[in-house]
């Protein structure tokens, strides 16, 4: 028999900044967030784990994709993403030091669903991210993600 069970949707962030990943951290901590989060550093292991079994039973629920990784950029991947079937409904947030207009441009042509500059100031950073997390896994009304027990 196959059981249907909600489970609560993870975080996923491609960034290839430790002192970035840290702040973040910091933030979700102190904004009590207890969705699980998964961290990529490059664009092409997001991309495998995304696309594999244990991607899927990860249930993302949002993605924060940086544009400026080693190797395969940031809208790239989401390209890639928004090609893959399974992935084409999961939010995607580009999460980036970047504020120029061709990057936002490509980003939303690519199927961002959001753009946010990543502040400098920590206060700011959590602000961005309490504003960015309440609306994509509080607010949004997304389609539910399941994974099968056997």
Same mark, same amino acid.
């Given at each position: 028999?196959?059981?249907?069970?909600?489970?609560?949707p993870?975080?996923?962030?491609v960034?290839?900044?430790?002192?970035d990943?840290? #702040?973040?951290?910091?933030?979700?901590?102190?904004?009590?967030?207890?969705?699980?989060?998964?961290?990529?550093?490059?664009?092409?292991?997001?991309?495998?784990?995304?696309?594999?079994?244990?991607?899927?039973?990860?249930?993302?629920?949002?993605l924060?994709?940086?544009?400026n990784?080693?190797?395969?950029?940031?809208?790239?991947?989401?390209?890639k993403?928004?090609?893959?079937?399974?992935?084409?409904?999961?939010? #995607?947030?580009?999460?980036?030091?970047?504020?120029?207009?061709?990057?936002?441009?490509?980003?939303?042509?690519?199927?961002?669903n959001?753009?946010?500059?990543?502040?400098?100031?920590?206060?700011?950073?959590?602000?961005?991210?309490?504003?960015?997390l309440?609306?994509?896994?509080?607010?949004?009304?997304?389609?539910?993600?399941?994974?099968?027990?056997?």
């Open positions: 028999m196959v059981v249907a069970t909600y489970k609560t993870s975080i996923c962030v960034d290839d900044s430790d002192d990943l840290l #702040v973040l951290k910091r933030a979700l901590k102190q904004l009590n967030v207890i969705n699980p989060l998964q961290r990529f550093d490059k664009a092409e292991s997001a991309l495998a784990f995304l696309t594999s079994d244990e991607g899927r039973l990860a249930n993302v629920g949002l924060l994709l940086d544009i990784l080693p190797g395969t950029d940031g809208i790239s991947l989401l390209e993403l928004r090609a893959h079937r399974g992935l084409m409904s999961v939010p #995607v947030v580009m999460f980036t030091t970047s504020d120029a207009p061709e990057d936002i441009r490509r980003s939303y042509q690519a199927g961002a959001a753009f946010v500059t990543k502040p400098v100031a920590t206060s700011g950073f959590t602000e961005a991210i309490n504003s960015t309440s609306f994509w896994l509080r607010t949004a009304r997304l389609p539910l993600s399941y994974f099968e027990d056997v």
